[in-house]
C-alpha cells in the first residue's frame, strides 16, 4: 500500500494524465457533444499495463506518469475501496464501474494477471466464444457489465 504522501503524488499524476486526454479530446472540431471517462481511460490503461511487458509496458507507465504496476495498483486499490461503491455504505456518493477484461476463450488468464484484475480492480475476467462472433457472447458481455 502506498504512503499517504505517495498516494497524493499518484492522484495528482493520474489528475495530469486526465487533463492531458481532455486537452486532446477537446483540441479537436466536434459537430457535436463530447463526453468521456477520463477514469475509465485511466482504468483500461492501468490494466493494460497489468499484461504487457517490454516497450508497450514501458510506454503504458510513461504514458499513465509511474514506474511500476504496484503503483497503479495502490492507487486503484484506494479508488475501489474509497469510491466504487457495493451500495453498503451511506457514507457519502459513490460510483458503480463496469469494469472488465473479456479473452477468446482459447486463451487464458495467467494467474498473476487475473489476481491483480480480480482483487484490485475488482472486475470481471471471462472467457467467451470470439471466433464465431457468437451473439450470444456479446449478450453475456452486456448482462455481466449491467448486472442482468
Not at 461503491?85 to 494467474?111: C, H, M, R, Y
Request: proline content about 2%; charged content about 15%.
Amino acid at each position: 500500500m502506498a504512503e499517504a504522501a505517495d498516494l497524493q503524488q499518484l492522484i495528482r499524476d493520474q489528475t495530469h494524465v486526465s487533463t492531458t486526454l481532455a486537452a486532446h479530446l477537446l483540441s479537436k472540431k466536434h459537430d457535436s457533444n463530447v463526453v468521456f471517462s477520463p477514469l475509465s481511460i485511466h482504468a483500461a490503461l492501468s490494466l493494460l499495463a497489468q499484461g504487457t511487458t517490454g516497450q508497450t509496458h514501458d510506454q503504458l507507465l510513461a504514458f499513465l506518469k509511474t514506474n511500476t504496476t504496484h503503483n497503479l495498483n495502490s492507487l486503484y486499490s484506494q479508488y475501489v475501496s474509497s469510491i466504487f461503491g457495493d451500495s453498503s455504505s451511506s457514507d457519502g456518493p459513490q460510483l458503480s464501474f463496469a469494469n472488465g477484461v473479456w479473452i477468446d476463450e482459447t486463451l487464458s488468464f495467467k494467474p498473476s494477471f487475473k489476481q491483480v484484475v480480480d482483487d484490485v480492480y475488482k472486475a470481471v475476467c471471462k472467457q467467451v466464444d470470439f471466433q464465431t462472433k457468437n451473439v450470444d457472447s456479446l449478450w453475456y458481455i452486456i448482462q455481466v457489465l449491467c448486472n442482468f
